[in-house]
Structure formats: structure tokens, C-alpha cells
């Protein structure tokens, strides 16, 4: 009985933290600042470029993160036409690594693109993560950070 409140309160507690509930407390900041662009509006069927830059903010470690994984996940209506959409190792504090990857539109829609880092830290995942809004017309493309009617 014991142990079942103390993890009530634990995940009271938590929630508290992360929605911002208790005076004097924030929901940590990503580790790991993310920026995600394409070269052009990806317009259908032509290629260009896309770029993701990973910088590690902060770490609890001197030695920076070890063992990043840093990708760029591509929605249906997208392909991949060159590059690299991975990329696993260390990153010093305060240092960025970057992914460019040549991309095109496949199809017509609304499309999420996202670009993700995270490493372990003891029992934690910790990371960052952007993710842009593309909409692709036979007319043109847009780009967004913001959802579409936001």
C-alpha cells in the first residue's frame, strides 16, 4: 500500500512539474536544439535540399552526449533521391551536427517532416526534435513551423 501512494505522489508530482503547476520549477529544455529547413519549397517532383543542424545546449556529462542518434524522418509523399538520413555518434557541448539530404515530393498534401536527436543518459532518453508542415500542390509548395489553420 505503501509503495502504490508513493508512486501516486511521485506521478502527481511529475505532472505538476512538466505542466508548470509548481511556483519556481520548468519542465527541463531540450537538451538538444534542432533546426530543420529545406533549400527551396519543395515543389512536386523536384528535388532539394533538406538540412537538419543538432546542437547539444546543455548535458550532464563534460564529455558531451555519447551515442546520438540524429535522423530526419520523410512522410509518404516525400523520398529520399540523396544523402543520408541518419547519422550516430558524439557531440561535444555546444557543438552542431548536420545532416543535408536531397529530397522530393511525391505526392500532393499536408506533410509532417521531422527531424529528431536523442542519447541515454543513465536511465534517461534525452534529445530534441523539430518538425515542419509542407503542403504540396501541383501549384507550388509551402512550408511552415506552424500546423496548417493555426
Not at 48 to 60: G, I, N, R
Not at 80 to 87: I, Q
Request: net charge positive.
Amino acid at each position: 500500500m505503501k509503495l502504490t501512494s508513493r508512486l501516486v505522489v511521485n506521478v502527481v508530482t511529475l505532472a505538476a512539474l512538466l505542466t508548470g503547476l509548481i511556483v519556481g520549477c520548468t519542465a527541463p529544455s531540450q537538451p538538444v536544439s534542432v533546426r530543420l529547413s529545406f533549400s527551396d519549397p519543395p515543389a512536386l517532383n523536384r528535388p532539394v535540399k533538406l538540412t537538419a543542424a543538432f546542437t547539444l545546449t546543455s548535458t550532464y556529462s563534460e564529455r558531451g552526449a555519447q551515442n546520438v542518434t540524429a535522423r530526419i524522418i520523410l512522410p509518404a509523399g516525400f523520398e529520399k533521391v540523396d544523402g543520408d538520413l541518419s547519422w550516430n555518434g558524439n557531440i561535444a557541448r555546444g557543438a552542431t551536427q548536420t545532416l543535408t539530404v536531397t529530397v522530393k515530393a511525391v505526392g500532393g498534401g499536408t506533410w509532417q517532416v521531422v527531424a529528431r536527436a536523442d542519447y541515454d543518459v543513465k536511465t534517461s532518453r534525452l534529445g530534441g526534435s523539430k518538425t515542419i508542415y509542407v503542403t504540396v500542390s501541383e501549384k507550388g509548395a509551402t512550408v511552415s513551423d506552424r500546423p496548417p489553420g493555426s
